[in-house]
């Protein structure tokens, strides 16, 4: 999703100045919008939640974002999802309408925003962390103080996102393991069914386990989501007290 101040006109990637895989543009769906069409709906993607992540993402360029008038939106429903050529593809052509005039762009699956600008160049390589977000939910109603921590943006690569609820003192090492993992995944590793094991210390094992509880749904993931719990099955609560005693 591209912002802009003003329309945005042929859109299109031109082959000679980027990397494209043909099929790929072929099958990605660009549309542009306008504002006045549907205020509330195009007003929706900038504030809410969203605008928390803005205001974060973007700093003082959070204006650009303000004064947009227009919109594109990429769409890539891909058939072979561990080849990322489609999303390179969606990738050239929010660059290309950077070049005619877009100022910010979103990554809705990440809920990501990027300054126009700072998109990755045409030639650097496809890096999956700068495509996930991690993600701490600081609100905890859970009688044992659990927050959930997960992945956003894995919708992207045809992956699961992943889920733990840990506490706030497990985030860092939480956290460090899901980007890890997540980036494997992202770049064709395979998580095992029912059960992965994900080895953390040689004295601690967790697994990655099916979404038995609907945390995804409850998250609003809009995706299906594997959960990252002990080896045992409980969560991840206290985990780092449990590494600094060494036990599993």
């Known amino acids: 999703m591209v912002f802009a101040g003003a329309p945005l006109t042929d859109v299109r990637v031109d082959a ?11 099958a990605l769906q660009v549309t542009t919008l306008a504002r006045a069409a549907d205020p509330a709906w195009f007003d929706g993607w900038r504030g809410g939640a969203l605008r928390a ?27 072979a999802p561990a080849d990322l050529g489609y999303l390179q593809t969606a990738w050239a052509v929010a660059r290309a309408m950077v070049a005619r005039g877009a100022t910010v762009v979103l990554d809705a699956h990440a809920h990501t925003f990027w300054r126009g600008a700072e998109l990755p160049a045409v030639d650097a390589p496809l890096d999956p962390r700068r495509h996930i977000r991690l993600v701490f939910e600081t609100d905890s109603a859970r009688t044992d103080r659990a927050h959930a921590l997960h992945t956003r943006g894995m919708l992207a690569f045809g992956a699961p996102d992943l889920v733990a609820l840990c506490g706030q003192d497990d985030a860092p090492l939480v956290g460090d393991q899901l980007g890890r993992l997540a980036a494997e995944v992202a770049l064709g590793a395979e998580l095992a069914a029912p059960s992965h094991a994900l080895t953390v210390s040689p004295t601690m094992r967790w697994q990655v386990i099916d979404d038995r509880d609907g945390l995804g749904a409850l998250l609003q993931l809009n995706n299906r989501a594997r959960v990252v719990v002990a080896d045992g099955g409980q969560h991840l609560v206290g985990v780092v007290a449990r590494l600094r005693a060494g036990a599993s």
């Open 53 to 79: 992540i803005a205001t974060t993402d973007l700093g003082a360029d959070l204006a650009a974002l303000d004064a947009a008038t227009h919109l594109g939106l990429v769409v890539a429903t891909p058939d």
């Open 16 to 26: 000679a100045a980027d990397v494209v895989d043909p099929e790929a543009a072929a």
